[in-house]
């Protein structure tokens, strides 16, 4: 339990202190650590997300015993995990949860600090209080966007994309097409909404028979379903205009076929080589790339193109289930100021397709300051059009021009997703 606490106290910090996102510093964490014993990989799991899902609930309570701050990140990481451990886990005895936290605090810090730790964490565990988990993150979740999320989707999605009522969302596979399926898919479940996704099992994927032969791309299936609403045809040029890692470029490969053509776009360099090692891994042809920030224009990237792809960056607030983190990032000014930025990058992108040519644009939150606000941003170049792709039939009524997925109806989570041709 000790490894599982230490793990979470790191995790909890870097998050704090340097602004990392708790997925990629948990995972770095845990490759660190390859030896650790599965369950305690699933405790330190459940403290970083559970922190973060009920920090401000957490903090709230520390800080009735510590009317002076604590401006130490690493010892509020501590008394958060253990704060945690004391309002949520049965299985934690409270005097094991206080004699870890000091004596980690102890290790780390003067003694001094070991005896406030100390006196905090037994004053919370004198009242023997027990915390409701959904509540906690009901006081957590930022009131103001809790009242635009419900506004939009209305209450019972609103609190889903936070996770208040629901488990942390399944991670999940795309299948390679052509690839040779290794003997878990078989067993695994179909994901709801995207007819490639399959429900991965716990543990690494990429330790998973099949991952280094390239059978499968680990991509959640709100993702996949972005990827495949473009309906890229065998033999077509298409622009993947906000690419990042790869993973919707990959589809697009597999979609246009030997005949087609593929671009590549992002503004990080990073990204753009990571993309190139992934279309390595998966055994698929290579893709042109250009090092690209639409908002300011760019010759980089030719025209012409039947169909182009644009996943803008935004708030991120439909991830708030895996990344619970982006909540106490955000400021209210933020999804309109990301709106504009969206309709930039948008319009850039689409003067790249052909006139008569296919845009996709999509984001993960589904604010209408980041969805509807742009579409009419660029009705002068983009006009809407149903979609042209068979996955999403079952998504969108047939004249719809734009739709959204939702983790309660779709078991996605959040986005928005609207289709154009070019004027």
Known sequence: MSAARDIAVRVLERVETDGAYAAAALDAELDRNAELDPRDRALATELVYGVLRTRAALRRRIAAHAPRGIPDAFVLSVLLVAAYQLFFLDRVPARAAVNEAVA???????????????????????????????????????????????????KAEAEALFGIGVPLSERHARLVSGASMPAWVERAEPGRSSPLARVLPGGDPEKLEGFAEGAFVVQEQGAQLVGLALGARPGERVLDACAGRGQKTSLLVERVGEGGHVWAADLHRKKLVALGRELVRLHLPSVRTAEVDWTRGTDAVPGNFDRVLVDAPC?????????????????????????????????????????????VFAVCSVLPEEAEAVVERVSDLLEPAPFDAPEIEKLAPPSATAFRLLPLEHGTDGYFVASFVRR
Request: aromatic share 2%; no cysteine; net charge positive.
């Open 104 to 154: 980690l605090v102890d290790r780390k810090r003067a003694r001094g600090v070991a005896g406030f730790t100390n006196a905090v964490l037994r004053k919370l565990a004198a009242t023997g209080a027990r915390l409701d988990v959904n509540a906690a993150m009901r006081e957590t979740a930022p009131a103001w966007l809790l009242a635009r999320l419900e506004r939009t989707v209305g």
């Open 315 to 359: 708030t991120g607030v439909g991830t708030l289930r895996r990344r619970p983190e982006i909540a106490t990032r955000l400021a209210e000014n933020d999804p309109p100021r990301l709106g504009e930025l969206a309709t930039g990058i948008l319009r850039g992108a689409a003067l790249r397709a052909r006139s008569g040519g296919r845009v």
